[in-house]
Nanobody
Framework: QVQLVESGGGLVQAGGSLRLSCAAS?????????MGWFRQAPGKEREFVST????????DYADSVKGRFTISRDDAKNTVYLQMNSLKPEDTAVYYC?????????????????WGQGTQVTVSS
C-alpha cells in the first residue's frame, strides 16, 4: 500500500509559478512506481497532466502544459514534483498525484493504482 499526499497548491496570478509536491509513504518506496499528475477542473473530467517513468529517464506532458510544466522525482525523498510556470486561468483545477506499478507512464486514470487527495490550484486573471 502506498499513501500519496500532495502539497504546494494555492492562489496565484496569471503568469506566476507554483511547485507542487507529492510525498509517498507506506510499505514500498516511490522508486517502485511510475508517477503521474492529473487535474480536474470544476464540471470537467479528470485529465492527464504529466508523468515520469520509474527510472526518471522518461517524461511526458499534455499538450496544454508542454513547455510550461516540468515533472521531476527525488526518490531519496520519496517525492515527485510538478513545477508549473507561466500559469494561466485555465490551469485552475484540483491537482492529483498518482502512482502506477509499471515502469512506464500512462495517460489513463484507470492504469494508476494509488491516488492522493489532491491540492487546489487557482490562477486569477
Amino acid at each position: 500500500q502506498v499513501q500519496l499526499v500532495e502539497s504546494g497548491g494555492g492562489l496565484v496570478q496569471a503568469g506566476g509559478s507554483l511547485r507542487l509536491s507529492c510525498a509517498a509513504s507506506g510499505r514500498t518506496t516511490s522508486s517502485m512506481y511510475t508517477m503521474g499528475w492529473f487535474r480536474q477542473a470544476p464540471g470537467k473530467e479528470r485529465e492527464f497532466v504529466s508523468t515520469v517513468s520509474r527510472s526518471g529517464g522518461s517524461t511526458d506532458y499534455a499538450d496544454s502544459v508542454k513547455g510550461r510544466f516540468t515533472i521531476s522525482r527525488d526518490d531519496a525523498k520519496n517525492t515527485v514534483y510538478l513545477q508549473m510556470n507561466s500559469l494561466k486561468p485555465e490551469d485552475t483545477a484540483v491537482y492529483y498525484c498518482a502512482a502506477r506499478a509499471h515502469n512506464r507512464g500512462s495517460y489513463y486514470l484507470h492504469e494508476y493504482n494509488y491516488w492522493g487527495q489532491g491540492t487546489q490550484v487557482t490562477v486569477s486573471s
